[in-house]
């Protein structure tokens, strides 16, 4: 099994891998695949107007996460790393005002958002939570070509035919050719043992495998640029969150107040945490105002993996570029991991796939960038994964901004912790980390539906919105 570490850390924008930007992708794959030759187009045929509708958790909390705003960008050509956030808003107004999408490349097609884009909540399609459907019909408004896509969790988009294989034979994944194929964590202690290598070494060399040092270099530190940009842009930002709940930015009066105590050298046993804490919630803050974000495993998880990566360089003198690489790396190897036995999706799992996984991947990232042997850096990931078990989703109007802005504050604190505990001990533990993922798809499995982001229990029910 082979995960780059470039499906795991993904550019994007707010607020969420699974609604906004996996709906913004599986545009632009349909718009592919009306110019392919991959259907059966009936003579004298042409495309004249697209319509779409969204499904299951897709349909419920939609409007929330953006996801019909993430359809119409996309649709309009625009891609999820490279949309300029900022020009959104414009696109959509264009798109509302003229009724047409205009993707480069297209002869352009009607699409008018208030009629040709539904939240069908009524139906779900079988094969995933998160799912849609996208239609193209000729100027009679014939049906010439539909596809349905789902959006497993980070991003990721598949196919229906695409999903079965997967679901099939997970193998089906990758069929990538790497030295170290690890698909689970007793694989990747037996290939580290045997190699002699680090996690971040073995996943290096897998890596190495399909493009040079210097582009997997530039790749990796382009991903910190990314989401240090994120942190400090957080940091910057005040006013109220978008969306109607009217949650109030944070981060920065935060930050002033940490700064303020740090010039002044004033007392503060929770120092480190707050300073953690600030980071990731600068990060969430920005990904629920749309800005530009990395998967980490998720958006919903944004702030997990950055948070720790700067408390790494702020807290830790030995730090260094090479250190961050090799984090990301060790997390990325986490995450895939992860993803390929259980799920990183809050639709499938509910939030201990999030901010679960990205707590282990930030943990592992955090271990080895302190030394840690695998046995101890598979250890941190277990002990941060294992206090996330059961965690729910239910994010209050389906909007990613409460519990998630804390809970990724809360993740990060659990990260370190995890990674501090790993590294006193010599890698010998209870619970294997495979054993903990397999326990996460089965409570996943067993998690009513109302806990998997359609906002229809838990704090999403109980919370009156102002
Ligand atoms: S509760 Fe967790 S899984 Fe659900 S949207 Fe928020 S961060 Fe994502």
């Not at 959104?88 to 884009?117: C, Q, S």
């Not at 990538?176 to 990747?188: D, G, H, I, N």
């Not at 842009?233 to 709940?245: A, N, W, Y």
Request: glycine share 10%; net charge negative.
């Amino acid at each position: 099994m082979f995960l780059s570490v470039f499906d795991v850390f993904k550019i994007g924008v707010g607020p969420s891998s699974s609604h906004t930007m996996g709906p913004m992708t599986a545009a632009n794959r349909f718009l592919d695949l009306i110019l392919s030759d991959e259907w059966p187009r009936p003579a004298g045929a042409h495309v004249t107007a697209l319509k779409a509708s969204l499904h299951g958790s897709l349909a419920y909390t939609g409007i929330g996460h953006g996801t019909g705003n993430a359809v119409i960008i996309g649709l309009m050509g625009e891609a999820p790393d490279k949309v300029d956030p900022d020009r959104m808003d414009e696109i959509i107004a264009e798109v509302e005002r003229t009724g047409r999408v205009t993707p480069p490349g297209h002869p352009g097609y009607n699409f008018k958002p208030k009629d040709d884009l539904v939240y069908d909540k009524k139906t779900p399609l079988p094969g995933h939570a998160n799912a849609m459907r996208l239609t193209a019909l000729d100027r009679d408004g014939r049906v010439l070509l539909t596809q349905v896509y789902f959006s497993i969790g980070g991003g990721f988009v598949v196919t229906e035919t695409e999903l079965l294989a997967m679901q099939k034979n997970k193998k089906a994944a990758s069929t990538q050719k790497v030295p170290y194929p690890f698909a689970s964590a007793k694989e990747m202690l037996a290939m580290a043992a045997s190699s002699g290598l680090s996690i971040a070494q073995m996943k290096r060399a897998n890596e190495e495998a399909v493009m040079d040092r210097a582009t997997l270099d530039a790749g990796l530190d382009r991903i910190w640029d990314a989401m240090s940009g994120c942190i400090d842009r957080g940091l910057k930002q005040d006013g109220r969150l978008p969306g109607g709940l009217n949650v109030r930015r944070r981060a920065r009066s935060i930050h002033d107040k940490l700064q303020e105590e740090w010039r002044s050298n004033r007392q503060n046993p929770l120092l480190a945490n707050d300073w953690l804490s600030v980071y990731a919630m600068a990060v969430n803050e920005e990904n629920a105002a749309g800005g530009r974000v990395v998967t980490s495993p998720t958006n919903g998880a944004a702030g997990v993996v950055p948070a720790t990566v700067r408390y790494y360089l702020h807290f830790h003198p030995e730090a260094d570029q090479e250190g961050v690489r090799d984090y990301l790396l060790t997390a990325a190897a986490i995450g895939g991991i992860i993803k390929h036995n259980a799920s990183i999706s809050g639709a499938e799992v509910g939030c201990q796939g999030e901010v679960g996984s990205a707590s282990a991947m930030a943990a592992a990232g955090l271990a080895a960038v302190m030394g840690g042997s695998p046995e101890q850096i598979e250890n941190a990931a277990e002990i941060a994964l294992e206090h996330h078990l059961g965690m729910t989703c239910d994010p209050i109007a389906g909007l990613v901004q409460v519990p998630c802005i804390e809970r990724n504050a809360l993740g990060a604190v659990k990260a370190v912790t995890a990674a501090s505990l790993a590294m006193k001990g010599d890698g010998e533990h209870f619970v294997p980390l495979d054993a903990c993922i397999e326990t996460m798809r089965q409570t996943g499995n067993d998690m009513n539906e109302k806990y998997k982001e359609t906002s229809l229990g838990g704090l999403a029910v109980n919370v009156v919105e102002c």
